[in-house]
């Protein structure tokens, strides 16, 4: 056979690589190039079924332990050498990489580059906040600096592909994924989802500081039964598709290369065998031309499942319904040749699945530079360079929300006498970081206490950790008051462990755990003014809190910069900008607390018994959706929709006038909710579907206009169509979900 990578295909490569550099990538998905198809033709025809079902394969390089990377074992070099695997996760750094690159492109009969993938979720070397964090900037620029960030730093190091964004709408805080995703709302899901997409993939793909995206976790993984991770999904196809895919549909419209199935069954079937999903919505419906990965064991885990009988079988359901690299079950490698043989699978499936992949290694260039021009100098030269260290301070600090100040205790003022820094989590240099932060280094944490020490002599500020953020041990707690009792006020860091939030880290209480609520209530007793500093991956239940303590900040895991970012904040050098992307409940009980909930036939009315609500706790949240304060106050007047009839045709202009009724210059983050009042399908009590920052000095009114166009007021009908119906909407324009003044308009045929 002749060698699959000869002159006259070189040359096409070439043409391809130019092509491809030439198109400027703008973060659309590319139209197919006839070169790059060509190519792949000729490298199909040359390849053995052997070496295409290598393509199909990824396999992990064990967890990494850095950029100066592990030593990959014999077994993995020769199955790169004979060309049984398409890509490896977990291997990084440029020496590494390229040792593996080498074999792969020089040793191996098909001379194939292998596809180096890696979850660089929030940060490389240097860590940014957690996602959720992130989304709380409502920032999509914050957010797009942090991946591209992301992507420069892990593109050095020889990573091609990162397992982000994580797009999974969560509307039940014990899931403890919802760290790594945008929150509960499609909107802002759909907007953080494009953000991230093109951060991290850049201009083009085939820019050396580009990393291709991968669109996780397709689908509805957020919807688990009780936020139990891996648990079942059972949705109506209407909420699959207005809910929980729009994100997905919003990253792939920013030119998102791949697409990763999601652990758990939805109605009945796993996503790794869904052909509804994988074919019909993705491909079909959405044209989508990237490939599809397996979530890690996923494809096997259809036995446990009750869908697949054999390994074997799993493979086919998989392959056959659309799913084309299987991340480490080994069900294709082991049985994909003897499905081709039997003809259960047919040549025709497996070699879209091979060229859909090595499609995507052209786009990246890999077949005209197999390195990506990572480098062991570049990769020095890029990990946590200052320029990264800076942003990634400043999207921390665009990510803390101010939940409450009264009395203006915040800001504080620089020569307060004495400060108390106190909590597990004040001086922690582990837990900041969160999950999944990847190859992180946490020596490089600044603590709060850093921080706090940084900003005003270090003479003045005083430290005692109080209790761990877990267990039964209260014997520090006395000393905490000790030092409470002798400082002006008191920063108390308290909140969870970054190992109580992420995969697998669900949690059945949202309140604070251990004894940190023991340690809240003696500090708060000393009547010392406190401010609440909580560093968590998830909304949590703070009703207490709230109820008693004089100022919170909600400062999530914020990554490396954490201490500095709390800092600039807490003494006003920037004032408090981040707005909820998720309801904080009042108790755990009171989940699911979304704001975008239908409105039943009993409305819940706390007064009233006969409604749907608990006995026991308010219907609202502690903190809706949408909410932050900062260091002044707006208004809101005169809300006037320019054109109260409008057709499905048309756009919809929400006109409001703020004023900054404080003392100081501040952000307001104004936000547009709308309702279908009647519907064919019974709509939610509101929707966002627009918001706009505006900085205003004091005293400073600005007109707001938000327009939306009349086709975003669509939804899925029974038929399963999207349409805008006419009718009467409520527009509800606020600083969040809960407040707001009204306006109605009409949508006529
Ligand atoms: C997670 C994915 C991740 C993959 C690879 C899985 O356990 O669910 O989100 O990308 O591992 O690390």
Not at 87 to 94: A, T
Not at 212 to 228: L, N, P
Request: proline share 5%; glycine share 8%; hydrophobic share 40%.
């Amino acid at each position: 056979m002749k060698p699959a990578f000869s002159a006259s295909l070189a040359f096409l490569v070439l043409l391809t690589a130019l092509v491809s550099l030439a198109r400027a990538g703008g973060g659309v998905t590319p139209v197919h190039s006839a070169a790059t198809e060509h190519s792949i033709d000729s490298i199909l025809a040359g390849l053995t079924l052997q070496e295409k079902i290598g393509q199909l394969v990824q396999y992990t390089g064990g967890w990494s332990t850095g950029p100066a990377g592990r030593v990959i074992n014999d077994e993995q070099r020769r199955l790169i050498k004979e060309g049984k695997a398409g890509s490896l996760l977990n291997v990084i750094g440029s020496s590494v990489t390229h040792e593996l690159q080498k074999i792969a492109v020089e040793e191996s009969r098909a001379k194939i580059p292998l596809l180096f993938g890696l979850d660089v979720i929030h940060g490389f070397k240097t860590t940014f906040p957690i996602p959720l964090a992130e989304a709380a900037t409502w920032e999509a620029d914050a957010v797009e600096l942090s991946a591209r960030v992301s992507a420069t730093e892990a593109a050095s190091a020889g990573v091609h592909w990162t397992f982000a964004p994580m797009v999974d709408i969560a509307r039940d805080p014990r899931w403890g994924r919802i760290a790594e995703g945008s929150g509960e709302d499609p909107y802002l899901g759909s907007v953080m989802a494009a953000a991230r997409v093109r951060g991290f993939q850049g201009r083009s793909l085939s820019d050396p500081t580009a990393i291709m995206a991968c669109v996780k976790h397709y689908a509805a993984y957020g919807g688990a039964e009780g936020g139990r991770d891996y648990n079942t999904v059972d949705v109506s196809e209407q909420t699959l598709r207005d809910v929980y895919l729009p994100p997905f549909k919003a990253a792939l419209d920013a030119g998102a290369g791949t697409f990763m199935a999601s652990f758990n069954e939805i109605n009945g079937v796993p996503s790794s065998g869904s052909r509804f999903l994988l074919t019909t919505i993705l491909r079909d419906e959405w044209a989508f031309d990237g490939f599809v990965v397996s979530d890690w064991g996923s494809i096997g885990e259809m036995i446990p499942h009750g869908y697949a009988a054999t390994p074997a079988h799993a493979a086919e359901l998989a392959i056959n319904a659309g799913l084309d690299m299987d991340m480490e079950s080994r069900c294709y490698f082991e049985n994909l040749q003897s499905l081709v043989d039997q003809k259960r699978v047919s040549t025709a499936t497996l070699d879209l699945a091979v060229r859909r992949i090595l499609r995507m290694k052209f786009r990246l260039g890999l077949f005209a530079d197999p390195y990506h021009a990572s480098t062991p100098e570049r990769e020095a030269k890029t990990l946590r360079n200052a320029a990264h260290i800076e942003a990634a301070r400043n999207v921390a600090r665009k990510a803390i929300v101010l939940l409450k100040n009264e009395r203006g205790i915040l800001p504080l003022a620089k020569n307060v006498k004495t400060i108390a820094v106190i909590g597990p989590l004040a001086h922690n240099h582990r837990d900041p970081v969160g999950t999944w932060a990847g190859p992180t280094d946490t020596n490089n944490v600044v603590t709060l206490l850093d921080g706090v020490r940084a900003a005003v002599p270090a003479s003045r500020v005083l430290f005692a950790p109080g209790c761990a953020i877990d267990g039964r041990d209260t014997a520090g707690i006395s000393a905490a008051v000790t030092v409470a009792r002798q400082a002006d006020v008191v920063l108390l860091a308290v909140g969870e462990s970054e190992d109580m939030s992420g995969e697998a880290c669900c949690r059945s209480t949202l309140e604070l755990p251990g004894r940190q609520g023991d340690l809240v209530r003696a500090v708060h007793a000393t009547g010392k003014p406190v401010v609440l500093v909580l560093m968590n991956g998830r909304p949590l239940a703070l009703s207490w809190e709230a109820a008693n303590l004089p100022a919170i900040l909600e400062a999530w895991f914020l990554g490396h910069e954490t201490g500095h970012a709390i800092a600039d904040v807490l003494f006003g050098s920037y004032a408090p900008s981040g707005r909820l992307p998720a309801s904080f409940p009042r108790v755990t009980g009171q989940v699911p607390v979304y704001y975008n909930h239908k409105n039943t036939g009993r409305p819940s009315n706390d007064t009233v018994h006969y409604t749907s609500r608990y006995l026991d706790v308010a219907s609202t949240p502690q903190f809706p959706f949408g909410f932050g304060l900062t260091y002044t106050s707006f208004s809101y007047a005169d809300l006037a929709i320019t054109s109260p009839r409008v057709k499905a045709t048309d756009s919809v202009s929400v006109r409001i006038t703020v004023k900054n009724t404080g003392s100081r210059e501040g952000e307001e983050v104004v936000q547009l909710y709308v309702r279908d009042e009647v519907g064919s399908m019974t709509r939610p009590v509101k929707e966002l579907k627009a918001y706009r920052r505006v900085r205003l000095q004091p005293g400073q009114t600005t007109s707001v206009t938000l327009s939306i166009a009349a086709t975003d007021l669509a939804f899925t009908g029974a038929d399963m169509r999207r349409r805008v119906e006419p009718g009467m909407f409520t527009a509800y324009v606020g600083p969040n979900a809960a407040e707001g003044l009204v306006g109605r308009f009409e949508v006529v045929e």
